[in-house]
C-alpha cells in the first residue's frame, strides 16, 4: 500500500476524533462527487458546470424510494448510481457535441432545467421545502443510525470509490482520457472514437454523482432542493479546483477544505465565503494544480533549501 | 494493384477549391512524395485521406475499399496514420505513452479497457519502447513530452505514427523547422522506413524529395500538374516554371 492511501486511511480513522461526525461524513461524501467531476474536469478536460443534475436526481429517486418504499439500502444505492449514470449519459450525449463555452453553458443550461422539475414537481419533491423524511434502513442487520456508524459506512463506499477510481484513471481509459485533455485532433487520428470517449467519463461522474446524492440524504435525513441546483455544482467545481484538479487525490483534498470551511468556520464568522474567495484566488493566481501542487512544490523548495549544493550538483549532471 | 488510389478527389471551402479532381496511385511499398508550393493543397490532401475533411467529390480506394467520407478514428482502424506539419503530441504525458497510446489504438480487442493498469501491457509497452529505439528516443522514454526539444518533438511524432503499425504511412513535413543537423537525421529515419512501409511523403526539401521518392506529385492551386519518377518530374518544363524555378536540372 503506498503512503497515499495510508494517509487516506489514517485520515478516515482520525477525522471524526477532530471534527463532528455529521461533517466527517459529509466531507466523504462531497469527496465522492468531486472524484467524479475530477474524471471529467480534470482528466478529460471537460469542466462540466451541472453535475448537481446527477447528484440531486439520484438523491430524489433513491429517497422517494426509500420514503414511500422503504428498499433496501443496496437497491438504494444502485438505484442512485444508475439514475445518476442514465441522466449523465443523456446529458453527455447532448453536451460532447459542443466544446469550449457552449460545451460549459450546456451542461449548465441543462442543470438548471433539472432544477426547475424539481422546483415545480412540488407533489414528489416538495418543490422549495425539499423531500424530508428520508430514512436510513439498516445494513445487513446493522443499525447506522448513530452518526459514528453511519460514519463508518460512508468512509467504506468512499475508500471503495477512490479505488475504483484510481482503477480508471491507470487503466488506458485514463490515459485516453488525457490524451484528449490534452490534443483531441491527435487522439481521434490515433483511432480513439473522441466523443464517445468523453461520453464514457460523463457516465462515470454521473454514477459517482448518483452514488454521493443518495448518501447525503441519507445522511441529512431530506433531499433538500439545493442538493440539484447549480450553486451545489459550482461547488464542487470550486472544490475540486482547490484540491487539485487531474491528481486522484485532488478532490479528496479540496473537498476536505471546502466543507471543513463552510461547516466549521461558518458558525463562527458569517463572511466565511471570503476565505474561501481569497483560497479561490490564490489557487488560479499561483497553484494551478491546488493544495496537491503546492505540497508537491514545498517539498522541492524546503530539498533546495537543505541541500543547495546537491541539487545544484544534480541539476548539472 | 496499387494499395491507395484517389479518383478525381476534390475539396472546396466556398469559392476555393484546395483540392481539385487529383488522381493518385500508390504502389504497396513505394514513396511516393508530393511537393508544390505553400498552399497547393497537399495538407488539405491527407485531411482528405484520413478523413479530417469530407471530399466535395471523388473517391478513395485503399485497399480496395472506398473510404471517402470516413471518420479520422475508423480510418486510423483501416492501417492509415499520419504525422503532422505542425507538431501535435500530448504534452504532459510522457514520451512512451505517447507512443503507448498510438499502439493500444490499434489492439484488435480493447479487454481491460476501464480497469487492467495501462502498464500491464507488456507487450504494447515493448512495441512502444521499440518504435521508440528507432526513432532515437527511448533513453527519455519516461520524460513529459513538452520538455523535449523540437527536433525530439518532430522524431516523436513520427513515433507516434509508426506505433500505429500503419499500411499506409501519411508525413506531412517531418523536418519542417528543423536545423540542418536534425534534417538529416530525419532524412535518414525516413530512408530507413521506405520499403518497410507504404509511404506518402509531403516535403519541401526538393534535394531530399529526389533522392528518396519512386515516383512524385507535383501539385499547383490544387491540380495535380505533373506525376512521374524524380527524373521526369526534373525534366518537366512546367514543373520546373511552376515550381523548381531555379534549381538546374541534372
Known sequence: MSKAWLAIVAAVVLLPVFVRQAIATEIWIFAIFGLGLNLLMGYTGLLSFGQATFFGSGAYVAGYLLKYYGVNVFLALGVGIVVGAVLAAAVGYLCVQRSGLYFIMLTFALNQMFYFTAYQWTTVTGGEDGMPGIPRPSVLGFDIHRPLAYYSAVAVLFLLSLWVMKCIVDSPLGKILQAIRENELRAEALGYNVPRMKLAAFVVGGAFSGLAGVLYAMLFGIVPLESIGFVFSGNVVFATLIGGSGSLYGPVIGSFVFIWLSESVSSMWARWPLLLGVAFVIVVLFFRGGVVEAWARFWIWRAVRRAPDAVQADASR | ?250
Open chain 2, 1 to 250: 494493384m496499387p494499395l491507395v488510389r484517389t479518383e478525381r478527389l476534390t475539396k472546396s471551402f466556398g469559392a476555393l477549391t484546395a483540392v481539385n479532381e487529383v488522381s493518385i496511385e500508390v504502389e504497396e511499398g513505394s514513396l511516393h512524395s508530393v511537393i508544390g508550393p505553400n498552399g497547393a493543397g497537399k495538407t488539405t490532401f491527407f485531411n482528405l485521406l484520413t478523413g479530417q475533411h469530407t471530399p466535395t467529390s471523388g473517391r478513395i480506394i485503399f485497399d480496395g475499399h472506398d473510404i471517402a467520407g470516413t471518420p479520422p478514428h475508423r480510418v486510423a482502424h483501416l492501417g492509415i496514420a499520419r504525422s503532422f506539419q505542425r507538431t501535435s503530441i500530448f504534452p504532459t504525458l510522457s514520451i512512451l505513452d505517447n507512443v503507448w497510446l498510438a499502439a493500444f489504438a490499434r489492439q484488435e480487442s480493447w479487454r481491460g479497457l476501464a480497469w487492467r493498469r495501462a502498464d500491464r501491457y507488456p507487450e504494447l509497452t515493448r512495441r512502444a519502447l521499440v518504435v521508440l529505439g528507432e526513432v532515437g528516443l527511448s533513453e527519455k522514454a519516461g520524460q513529459p513530452a513538452r520538455e523535449i526539444s523540437h527536433g525530439e518533438q518532430r522524431q516523436l511524432e513520427l513515433a507516434i505514427a509508426l506505433a500505429a503499425a500503419p499500411r499506409l504511412l501519411l508525413l506531412d513535413e517531418p523536418a519542417a523547422g528543423l536545423s540542418p543537423d536534425e534534417t538529416q537525421k530525419m532524412v535518414a529515419l525516413v530512408r530507413k522506413f521506405k520499403g518497410r512501409y507504404t509511404i506518402i511523403l509531403i516535403e519541401h526539401k526538393i534535394d531530399v524529395v529526389m533522392t528518396m521518392s519512386d515516383r512524385i506529385s507535383v501539385m499547383h492551386f490544387g491540380s495535380v500538374i505533373a506525376e512521374g519518377t524524380p527524373r521526369e518530374i526534373q525534366r518537366n518544363p512546367e514543373v520546373r516554371r511552376a515550381y523548381l524555378g531555379g534549381v538546374p536540372a541534372s
